[in-house]
């Protein structure tokens, strides 16, 4: 019998698929130390996790590392969640990372990832349904403790930008088991008050215990909530809470929230003159483009209208003046050369000229009808005798 | 707060839109004075609001009721 043999790829493949079905090494949690570190230029963390005794390949893609609050470095000690599988490429297994925290914050770390990962899914955190910051906010709420720098940084930084600001502060607790009850009821009076266009949640740095109570889920839910905008600042540009994951704007710090949040007063100021001065300009423009409108309809003779229509009908009257009185004259003349002709005719059929040559009419005295017959003849009858030159009265015998 | 329907944020939206109006479309004389005039109306008015404006911090305060009232915040 003759032996299969198989390529090194299809062997790699079918390793992997054995790692892959394997729920034990597609969700697994491990703790080591941090060596061979390196960050690659493409945002993906490359590293090895290692125990006294042992060592494994890792990778975080750019997307999940995005999500770290540390920079990971040699040496660290951390507790990793991930899949294991194999780089077919290499044939080599490791460890895709999905999530890290350093070892020793322990149970608060892991309640934090569970919350952020159930109420991501839940979709509160989704861009689209983000509010947006008013460009110019007429008052702003500020959630924070009222004493201490953070207050003193927002008044200071939003004054020195827009030194009308309108503030008004709802005392907060920023540290301990109080955060989430006094920072919801914060919220949610703003909102039964509506008497602010913007909020702020505010909070200086501190450590991850320090800011763990704005990892609450019952915060998340009243900012997501709010029909007010909210802007999350809540510890320093590293520190991520749950709070700004849920917030429609998150600012690294507090007095960069004062920033997004209060424009320039001048930049406004530059805003309002210079629209006005497009205004002036353009209404300028449009007289100006009008007046010349006008000027080019003057030059189209547009006034010497009427006139022109006048001549013209002057010109057609003359025409047909000209034109008739030609057509008389040519009527005038055809029927005077047929009168004479007719003329001529009845002068050539006249009895005078029969009469010059001789001939005489006879006619009865009587009643002057022309004697044509003997028949009508009698004894003594008077007669007339008509010849070229005159009359004779004649008796027949 | 001002007791104007619209937010100042509004009217200078407004007022750019009016510019954006008169400079690009072709307006017959009396809509554009009538742009010309509410133009320059809105810019007098926003002006007038940003100059007029106070500046105002006050904080909230719950007495034992739990009814809420506004005070003046004292800067230090």
Redesign the interface.
């Known amino acids: 019998m003759e032996e299969k043999i198989y390529s090194v790829s299809s062997l790699n493949k079918y390793i992997k698929m054995l790692f892959e079905q394997d729920t034990f090494l597609n969700f697994i949690t491990i703790k080591g130390e941090i060596t061979n570190f390196k960050a690659h230029y493409t945002g993906h963390l490359y590293f090895t996790l290692k125990d006294e005794f042992s060592a494994i390949k890792c990778v975080m893609f750019k997307s999940q590392a995005a999500f770290l609050n540390f920079t990971p470095e040699d040496g660290m000690k951390v507790v990793i969640r991930g899949q294991v599988s194999v780089f077919e490429r290499d044939g080599t297994y490791q460890i895709y990372c999905k999530s890290m925290k350093q070892e020793g914050l322990g149970d608060l770390y892991l309640a934090y990832e569970k919350l952020k990962e159930k109420l991501c899914k839940e979709g509160l955190f989704d861009e689209e349904i983000k509010k947006k910051i008013p460009f110019l906010p007429s008052r702003v709420g500020v959630i924070t403790s009222k004493t201490g720098a953070v207050i003193r940084d927002i008044i200071n930084v939003s004054t020195r930008r827009y030194n009308k600001v309108n503030l008004v502060i709802y005392p907060a607790a920023v540290q301990g088991v109080n955060v989430p009850e006094t920072v919801i009821k914060g919220i949610e009076t703003f909102n039964k008050l509506n008497n602010v266009d913007v909020i702020i949640i505010a909070r200086g740095g501190g450590s991850f215990e320090d800011l763990f109570g704005f990892n609450d889920e019952g915060i998340a839910r009243a900012i997501f909530k709010s029909n007010i905008p909210i802007v999350s600042a809540v510890g320093h540009e590293t520190d991520f809470t749950i709070c700004d994951f849920v917030a429609d704007l998150r600012a690294p710090t507090p007095s960069a929230a004062a920033e997004l949040v209060y424009p320039e007063y001048s930049e406004i100021i530059k805003k309002i003159l210079m629209s006005k001065g497009r205004i002036i300009n353009s209404m300028n423009n449009y007289i100006l483009r009008k007046k010349e409108f006008v000027t080019r309809l003057k030059s189209m003779k547009l006034e010497k209208v009427p006139l022109d229509i006048i001549n013209k009908y002057h010109m057609t009257i003359d025409n047909i003046m000209t034109r008739s009185q030609s057509k008389l004259r040519l009527l005038l003349e055809h029927n005077k050369s047929k009168c004479q002709s007719a003329i001529a005719k009845i002068d050539a059929l006249s009895p005078l000229k029969t009469l010059s040559r001789g001939y005489s009419v006879v006619q009865s005295k009587e009643n002057n009808k022309v004697i044509k017959s003997i028949k009508d003849l009698k004894k003594d009858d008077k007669l007339n005798l008509i010849l070229q030159d005159g009359t004779v009265d004649v008796v027949v015998e | ?2 007791d104007k329907e619209t ?3 509004e009217d ?1 939206k407004e ?2 839109s ?2 954006l109006e ?2 690009q479309s072709d ?1 017959t ?1 009396d809509d ?2 009538k ?2 005039e509410k ?2 109306k809105l ?1 007098k008015e ?2 007038k609001r ?1 100059e007029d ?9 719950e007495d034992e009721n739990g009814q ?1 009232e ?1 005070e003046k ?1 004292e ?2």
């Not at chain 2, 404006?53 to 305060?61: C, F, P, R, S, W």
């Open positions: 707060m001002t937010s100042l944020e200078l007022l750019e009016i510019a008169l400079e307006l004389l554009a004075i742009k010309f133009g320059i810019s926003c002006t940003l404006a106070e500046k105002k911090i006050t904080i909230l305060i809420i506004e915040f800067d230090e």
